[in-house]
């Protein structure tokens, strides 16, 4: 009898003991992920290309700055095929602080591939873009949330107004290219290549870009309606390193240029620009061959020898030409939104209820049930 009591007191404290280490399992499993889950405010994204003197000077400063917000935040280095110990210092910063992530590139895809993966990565509400070269300066970034934040805006872009880099080979066609994109593309700031900007989450995650076409993202953020300003912002000389950038990239802006103009406009109705063409070309053809024809028959003049004969099949050859590429462009846009279950919009906020409830958050437009 004694024997059984005591193997039964044996089996309650097993029992027990299971019971209280797997408790003690799930509540550590939970506080990991709450703690995974935890709310970010602010992420910081830094392209970085062989910058390992600068990147020990740089998260020194950014800790220095961020952890006066009193926000959560997380710094995320996007290392896009370093050739020096760049990698290296990123993984003993990622190793000795949770808030910091890399991402590591196999080989150089460029800054744009490299934003476009840390707005990928990022959880923060607000996205802060930067170089890692020290040119750009951490201080400037409470400045940037603060206008963000309370005045209502969706990107604030800095402006290296006192910019310290040569004059000929980068400030001067800096400049016209400022004043060029301006023009075209209706969104007017001084410093469109200024990498120091802040978006919101939902805006700049919504944006497609490729190629060199991150100095375009506040134009391109104007199709989604976002509410954009500038600021100045501080600039320092470059103190380690050498910039990667020279006076050749002039000519892919251009070339961009044209591709944003494209897409700010016609990006969901290309047969307005390609067919419009291809029917006054068409028209023009048509007008030449048909006065040719009226001669044939009215004078008998000899019109094969004609330049004017070649020139009107020339325009109406290219005028058919165009309005069958813009059809074709249309089915291909609607392929590609229906493909990928994608729409022509973006909504801000849906409101249905009595109360003004906001029930979905995060897009452009409005709707109010009456």
Not at 330 to 353: F, H, N, S, V
């Amino acid at each position: 009898m004694g024997r059984k009591v005591k193997k039964e007191a044996k089996e309650t404290r097993e029992t027990t003991k299971k019971r209280t280490t797997r408790k003690e399992t799930t509540k550590a499993k939970q506080q990991a992920q709450e703690k995974q889950e935890k709310k970010v405010d602010v992420s910081i994204v830094i392209p970085i290309y062989n910058e390992e003197e600068n990147l020990p000077i740089l998260y020194e400063k950014l800790k220095e700055v961020l952890d006066k917000l009193g926000k959560e935040y997380e710094i995320i280095f996007v290392n896009d095929g370093s050739t020096d110990k760049s990698w290296e210092i990123i993984k003993e910063f990622a190793e000795k602080d949770p808030r910091v992530v890399g991402v590591n590139f196999r080989k150089n895809f460029g800054q744009t591939a490299a934003m476009s993966a840390g707005f990928e990565t990022a959880k923060g509400e607000i996205i802060i873009t930067m170089d890692g070269d020290l040119q750009n300066d951490p201080e400037d970034i409470p400045q940037l949330l603060k206008v963000l934040e309370e005045q209502g805006y969706d990107i604030v872009s800095g402006w290296r107004k006192d910019r310290k880099d040569d004059f000929l080979s980068r400030t001067l066609p800096s400049k016209i290219a400022n004043w060029l994109i301006s023009k075209v593309t209706g969104v007017h700031l001084h410093d469109y290549g200024c990498s120091l900007k802040a978006y919101r989450s939902e805006v700049a995650k919504n944006l497609d870009f490729y190629g060199e076409m991150h100095r375009f993202l506040p134009a391109l953020s104007k199709s989604i309606g976002a509410k954009i300003t500038e600021i100045v912002v501080k600039h320092h000389p470059r103190r380690f390193g050498k910039s990667k950038y020279g006076i050749s990239r002039t000519f892919k802006v251009l070339l961009d240029l044209i591709l944003v103009k494209f897409l700010l406009d016609y990006r969901t109705k290309p047969l307005r620009i390609l067919g419009g063409w291809g029917a006054v070309l068409l028209g023009i053809g048509l007008v030449i061959l048909l006065y040719l024809i009226g001669l044939k028959l009215f004078t008998g003049a000899d019109i094969g020898n004609r330049p004017l004969l070649i020139f009107g099949v020339l325009f109406v050859l290219s005028g058919i030409q165009l309005i069958s590429t813009g059809i074709v462009a249309e089915l291909i846009t609607r392929t590609y939104y229906e493909a990928q279950g994608k729409r022509p919009y973006i909504i801000k906020e849906i409101i249905r209820d009595q109360n003004l409830k906001v029930v979905n958050r995060g897009l452009v437009g409005q709707e109010k049930d009456s």
